[in-house]
């Protein structure tokens, strides 16, 4: 690539997909460089052009340039767009487009393919995991308080029924 070097768009892209969001270490990989605009579209080498993607939204982007293609939609650049003016993700996991950019961007990205929908409930079940086990952590520190002070008043009964048996 003859443009801004690779680690350089990695680093701009926080080694994240572009696209979907994956981060490097779960796809087990460095990810792939694609072209926004397509080289055969006139697409260069240029930093902005570069999109730090995984190989499946790279496949399911492939060539496509509205300019050229039908359905002549433009595709959503993940850093010069504000995604979430196109694209709301759901409770569900599911992303649902906004605009018909978004709607076109998810469904020619194939966004809502399933192992994506995992990956994007896993961090909220594990938040959920991880706040529970804290609440869980405050009412054993709670007991473990309430513990103490009923010994001290068990202590002092048992003092007080001492001095009084005397």
């Avoid at 039908?70 to 993700?89: N, Q």
């Avoid at 804290?134 to 007080?160: C, F, G, M, P, Y």
Wanted: net charge negative; proline share 5%; charged share 35%.
């Amino acid at each position: 690539m003859e443009g801004a070097p690779r680690e350089q768009i990695r680093e701009r892209y926080g080694r994240r997909c572009g696209y979907c969001g994956v981060r490097e270490e779960d796809a087990g990989a460095t990810l792939t460089m694609d072209h926004h605009r397509p080289r055969i579209r006139g697409g260069g080498e240029d930093a902005e052009n570069i999109v730090y993607c995984c190989p499946r939204c790279n496949e399911h982007k492939g060539s496509y340039w509205h300019e050229t293609d039908p359905p002549h939609i433009r595709l959503l650049h993940p850093r010069r767009d504000d995604l979430t003016a196109h694209i709301r993700e759901e409770k569900d996991g599911q992303l649902t487009g906004l605009t018909p950019e978004g709607v076109f961007f998810v469904q020619r990205l194939r966004l809502n393919r399933s192992p994506l929908v995992a990956y994007r409930i896993k961090p909220r079940a594990e938040q959920r995991l991880d706040d529970e086990v804290n609440a869980l952590r405050r009412r054993v520190h709670e007991l473990e308080q309430r513990i103490a002070d009923l010994n001290t008043v068990v202590a002092s009964t048992a003092d007080e029924i001492e001095r009084e048996s005397m």
